[in-house]
């Protein structure tokens, strides 16, 4: 069991329950005000989907024995850092409109965070398909 990977996988999931709890009371509020557009709702639910789904899988492979890999851990720290990237983005760009424009750019990182979360689950597939136990 890597404890590292299942400490942050574990606190990335009660972050992403109470985003979507924010989400799902906190964000309603803002869209029936105007304060922001029903399509940036949306997008920050994206957001808190893939952290969670994202975050599940890590605590699942992090349950795993132990497994020196490079690969793996290489995957590990793409679909962190993909995580970061891509949910982040999502979650800034839902508020762009009160941010001001200039946070709007922060849509354009997303695309980057979604390939590192897609090549970290490319990296630890391809380390399971190389194990040997």
């Known amino acids: 069991m890597n404890s590292k990977t299942a400490a942050f996988a574990s606190f990335s999931l009660a972050i992403s329950v109470i985003l979507g709890a924010w989400n799902a009371h906190g964000m309603e509020a803002l869209v029936q005000n105007g304060s922001i557009d029903l399509k940036y709702l949306k997008t920050f639910h994206t957001g808190v989907e893939y952290q969670f789904l994202?975050?599940?899988?890590?605590?699942?492979?992090?349950?795993?024995?132990?497994?020196?890999?490079?690969?793996?851990?290489?995957?590990?720290?793409?679909?962190?850092?993909?995580?970061?990237?891509?949910?982040?983005?999502?979650?800034?760009?839902?508020?762009?409109?009160?941010?001001?424009?200039?946070?709007?750019?922060?849509?354009?990182?997303?695309?980057?965070?979604?390939?590192?979360?897609?090549a970290g689950w490319v990296f630890i597939g391809i380390s399971f398909l190389k194990f040997k136990p």
């Open 54 to 118: 994202s975050s599940l899988g890590l605590l699942a492979i992090s349950l795993l024995p132990k497994i020196k890999q490079k690969l793996l851990t290489a995957g590990i720290w793409l679909i962190i850092i993909g995580m970061i990237l891509f949910c982040l983005s999502l979650y800034l760009l839902s508020f762009h409109q009160i941010l001001g424009a200039g946070w709007k750019i922060l849509g354009a990182i997303a695309p980057i965070g979604g390939t590192s979360l897609a």
